[in-house]
């Protein structure tokens, strides 16, 4: 079985992060989304919320082989310890190379046997990341079609209560 984990912030999912995983869904029997705990980011949603969201966007959609966990640590232990053969990273524009290919680079050093795949998520989603979602949504902009339901809902909670 091909196990592939796609690692991220995901502060929150958006619609880019959910194409990248709808295209590794169809290359790969299991993708694992798997929630940084401890990235250098102070996330403005918790891990449980992102996994829950992340899960409410994949079920939106219908993708069967699709799971979320959270880690920390060393990735590279992580994917060993799920079995994983892959890890899926998504290039949006040249700006995202040198520091993904530095990344790829030294996993594959910890981790010769696994491989680093890189997808790339539809055009219109290309300027998109999670730091500019919070920062529109937190303005009064509207980012409905770039995110999932479940974002916009907790979104609109999360900045109503502030
Ligand atoms: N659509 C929309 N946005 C996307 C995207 C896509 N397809 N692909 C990436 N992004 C965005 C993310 O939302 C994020 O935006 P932000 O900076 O505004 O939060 C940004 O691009 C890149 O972040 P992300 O893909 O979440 O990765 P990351 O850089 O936050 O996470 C880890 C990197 C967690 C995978 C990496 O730090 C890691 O592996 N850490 C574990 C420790 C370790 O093993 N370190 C050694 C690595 S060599």
């Known amino acids: 079985m091909k196990i592939a984990l796609y690692p991220g ?3 929150p999912i958006t619609k ?3 194409d990248i995983i709808e295209r590794a869904s169809h290359l790969f ?3 694992i989304v798997t929630v940084a705990v401890n990235s250098s980011k102070t996330p403005m949603f918790t891990t449980e919320e992102r996994m829950e969201l992340i899960r409410s966007a994949v079920k939106e959609i219908k993708l069967k082989n699709v799971s979320v966990d959270a880690f920390s640590g060393l990735l590279v232990n992580f994917a060993r310890k799920k079995k994983a ?4 990273r998504g290039l949006r524009a040249v700006s ?12 594959r050093k910890q981790a010769p046997t696994i491989t680093t795949v890189f997808l790339m998520p539809h055009e219109k989603y290309t300027y ?4 500019i979602i919070r920062e529109v949504s937190r303005l009064g902009g509207d980012v409905k079609d770039l995110v999932p339901t479940a974002v916009q809902k907790l979104l609109d909670q ?3 209560t502030r």
């Not at 053969?85 to 899926?88: D, F, G, R, Y």
């Open 9 to 11: 912030t995901f502060d």
């Open 96 to 107: 995202d190379f040198e520091y993904e290919f530095q990344m790829a680079l030294m996993n």
């Open 29 to 31: 029997d299991k993708v």
């Open 158 to 160: 999360k900045l109503k």
């Open 85 to 88: 053969s892959a890890l899926i």
């Open 16 to 18: 880019g992060h959910l």
């Open 128 to 131: 998109l990341n999670s730091s």
